[in-house]
């Protein structure tokens, strides 16, 4: 592959306006032996990367691929995250891309194949390998099922995947059917190889959907949250079937991460009980809550729920170990401006709607709130079926941002 890294003048003017406006720049005459759209890009998908990718973007001496593949890129957590699910000695990265998960699984296991249908980015991604002296990984260019599997390494391999899905007119793709390349269509040979294969799945994908197309050979899903953001689904598909295990996981970049594990069959059985919001009122994370957890919560933590559908809980004594949002209740309200106002003297909180009838931006402007102060108002419907706003002061907690 023909030489794709960066020369020292150039490397020098990243560090210099790694924070640079980009319109500016491209105007601007470019210094001797430097191309200014060149520059514009790598500025201009490093500042996309910066909070994402913090290690890529602090490297200069990187070079980085098309923005497209830059957004489409796992973050530095959830590829540290995926590293930790490799029990193999080999990985096989056969939808590589921009390189993010394969740098990751370099340090997991022994050897690391990175395979990319796309030649420019395969060769950024060799470069970019060679930058950060990853020498157990191995680059191939061409389709993913186009490869001669090893057989020799089949029992130690684990074979990760992250389909393309985006349709023709570049919408999001949700059903594992519409994804490319197919997973269920490659799944015996998949299966044949690996010990293990992991598969990301859009963060909308219905999970029990998800579990009959793949005939039972689900074992894991993970639900990745990062700053209690949904980021990333992964399925843990193994040859022989097993009881699935959910594991929810909030990674936080500044507080304690929380992994929340459960079985879904018992999920169906566990006991719950309801009641009006108590002293304190608590929201699961959003792993949890995109995990389904919602009877284990409340059997789990040892609190109430306050609707069935509601997926808010309550108790009398603080349960500080709850892995969510925990709230303190100053008061409930019937959704009315001038009883919610009474409680505001400033008017302002911050509003979040579960199972209530009205949008967040619709019921923000009948209760004529302005954004900001320290009153969290949660408005939802209660196991009687009265829609109420609770009053709330956030508590400090260290499972979640």
């Not at 001797?32 to 973007?57: C, D, N, S, V």
């Not at 199972?355 to 969290?376: A, I, S, V, W």
Request: net charge neutral; charged share 20%.
């Amino acid at each position: 592959m023909p030489d794709v890294g960066l020369t020292e003048v150039e490397v020098d003017f990243i560090r210099a306006n790694l924070d640079a406006d980009v319109t500016k720049l491209l105007l601007a005459k470019a210094p001797p032996g430097l191309h200014a759209q060149k520059m514009a890009e790598q500025i201009r998908a490093r500042q996309k990367a910066k909070t994402k990718l913090p290690t890529w973007y602090a490297n200069a001496q990187l070079v980085f691929p098309a923005s497209l593949s830059v957004e489409q890129a796992s973050s530095e957590p959830t590829a540290q995250y995926k590293a930790s699910l490799i029990d193999s000695e080999v990985v096989i990265d056969l939808t590589g891309g921009m390189g993010v998960d394969t740098c990751a699984f370099a340090g997991a296991a022994r050897r690391v194949v990175y395979v990319e249908r796309d030649a420019a980015l395969a060769q950024t991604a060799a470069h970019n390998f060679e930058t950060l002296e990853l020498t157990n990984v191995e680059v191939r260019h061409g389709m993913a099922f186009e490869q001669a599997f090893d057989e020799a390494d089949a029992p130690k391999t684990t074979i990760y995947l992250d389909p393309h899905r985006r349709g023709n007119a570049n919408q999001k793709l949700v059903r594992m059917a519409d994804y490319e390349p197919s997973i269920s269509q490659h799944l015996g040979v998949l299966l044949q190889y690996a010990r293990r294969v992991i598969v990301k799945v859009s963060p909308l994908i219905d999970l029990t959907q998800a579990q009959r197309d793949l005939s039972g050979h689900v074992v894991q899903i993970h639900v990745v949250a990062v700053d209690n953001e949904v980021k990333e689904v992964l399925l843990l598909i193994e040859p022989v079937a097993k009881t699935v295990l959910f594991v929810a996981v909030n990674l936080s970049t500044t507080h304690q991460t929380n992994v929340f594990c459960f079985d879904p069959a018992l999920e169906k059985t566990a006991s719950v009980a309801f009641s009006a919001p108590l002293k304190y009122l608590y929201e699961p994370n959003a792993a949890m809550l995109k995990a389904g957890a919602f009877k284990t919560t409340a059997e789990r933590f040892g609190v109430l729920k306050i609707g069935l559908h509601s997926h808010l809980y309550t108790s009398q004594n603080l349960v500080a170990n709850f892995a969510g949002r925990i709230f303190e209740v100053m008061a409930v309200c019937r959704a009315d401006k001038k009883e919610v106002q009474t409680h505001l003297p400033n008017g302002k909180a911050h509003l979040t709607t579960r199972n209530f009838p009205m949008k967040t931006e619709d019921l923000k402007q009948k209760l004529g709130l302005k954004d900001g102060g320290d009153t969290y108002l949660l408005a939802t419907t209660l196991h009687n079926g009265d829609k109420r706003v609770i009053v709330t002061k956030k508590i400090t907690n260290p499972h979640v941002f």
